[in-house]
């Protein structure tokens, strides 16, 4: 097993370094990079945007803008950049600078991947913060979403899975089949917005807030006003969440346990008298729990990291889901590229966490023989 783990360690580095190699390709490709989106700001707002380039030029000089006599239309040459027509060469060269265009596209990926192995991220275009700084604040909001999700879909999904295959054929596994159908084909966002059109504020009841996840002044509550201030924020994103995300789970413990059941050992252990209770719980559950205990790490990660994106956006809730939408609109590459880069790495060394979870679930697995 430890050989079979530091393998998969060591297959970390040309995964990861072909994720980001492909990456930088496509967003340094596509058009409104970050040069483009200051060139934008200085002509729409005027010679007073021009205060953000300022910082970055040697020796205290000021930032050059287009002169009082050259009107925005005018061009002073042929320009890369969209919209750049009008401003002075200088003026482009000095924003190239102060993000790093200046060097050509293999310099800067290289430069980009030296940092990262450091751990540095650098600082945000476009918020004067450094990115894992960013990371830091905002990931309370995602790991709470992630954690309350998760374990609520499990509490549901498994108990659900477990009834529908014991109780395969029934009436009652027709109507929760038709609960899970519609869970799985409808998008979790449009949960949201339906609580929020039902439930807050949007047309019927104004029962719960819309944004945050805690209410002004929440520093001052004493703690029992706290928790129930909390909890009553994240009831509905998380429960957009859990409706969207518990029909997978419940066609799979259901598969699983329909497929232990109809095993040999549990016909013996039948014909032995054993109660049903003890039969289900005590010989099929470790079996068909397997591979679902050990998707749990990597499970966790998806709805942490991509599960929660539309979710954060409509209820507003300040996380890494938002962080990574405003970064892309903005094209903020430090925060695209940084959170990129430790996300891929985290899903990456939680695929081995799961890997070694199905060791430890049932220690027949043998990854070094591939055998089960």
Do not use: C
Not at 156 to 178: C, E, N, Q, T
Request: aromatic letters at 12%.
């Amino acid at each position: 097993m430890y050989a079979y783990i530091i393998r998969r360690l060591a297959l970390i580095i040309p995964t990861l370094f072909g994720i980001m190699v492909i990456n930088f390709i496509i967003i340094q490709a596509a058009p409104g990079g970050p040069v483009e989106q200051m060139i934008a700001q200085i002509t729409h707002t005027g010679v007073s945007a021009t205060a953000r380039v300022s910082g970055s030029l040697d020796g205290g000089e000021a930032a050059l803008a287009p002169s009082p006599g050259t009107s925005p239309g005018a061009s002073s040459g042929t320009s890369k950049y969209r919209g750049a027509q009008g401003l002075p060469p200088e003026m482009i060269a000095q924003i190239e600078k102060q993000f790093g265009f200046d060097k050509p596209l293999h310099e800067r990926f290289w430069l980009m991947i030296g940092n990262y192995v450091r751990f540095d991220f650098g600082q945000s275009f476009f918020r004067d913060t450094d990115v894992i700084d960013l990371v830091i604040e905002k990931m309370p909001v995602s790991i709470s979403l992630g954690l309350w999700t998760t374990l609520l879909v499990y509490l549901i999904s498994i108990p659900l899975g477990i009834r529908k295959a014991v109780a395969d054929g029934s009436r009652f596994d027709m109507w929760s089949s038709g609960v899970v159908i519609v869970g799985n084909a409808i998008p979790g966002f449009l949960f949201a917005i339906l609580l929020i059109v039902l439930f807050a504020g949007g047309r019927y009841f104004d029962w719960f807030p819309l944004r945050g996840l805690t209410s002004p002044g929440w520093e001052d509550f004493n703690s029992l006003s706290k928790i129930t201030d909390y909890l009553w924020h994240i009831a509905l994103p998380v429960l957009s969440m859990v409706i969207g995300g518990f029909a997978g789970l419940t066609m799979l413990t259901k598969n699983s346990f329909m497929e232990e059941i109809n095993k040999q050992y549990v016909v013996t252990a039948r014909a032995k008298g054993l109660p049903e209770r003890n039969v289900l719980y005590g010989h099929v559950f470790r079996n068909a729990m397997l591979i679902i205990i050990a998707a749990f790490p990597s499970a966790f990660i998806g709805i942490l990291f991509t599960g929660s994106l539309l979710t954060e956006i409509i209820f507003s809730l300040d996380g890494l889901g938002l962080l990574g939408f405003e970064a892309a609109i903005n094209r903020d590459y430090p925060v695209m590229f940084g959170t990129l880069y430790f996300f891929t790495l985290l899903g990456l060394i939680m695929g081995i966490v799961g890997d070694v979870m199905y060791h430890i679930v049932d220690p027949r697995i043998d990854f070094e023989s591939q055998e089960v």
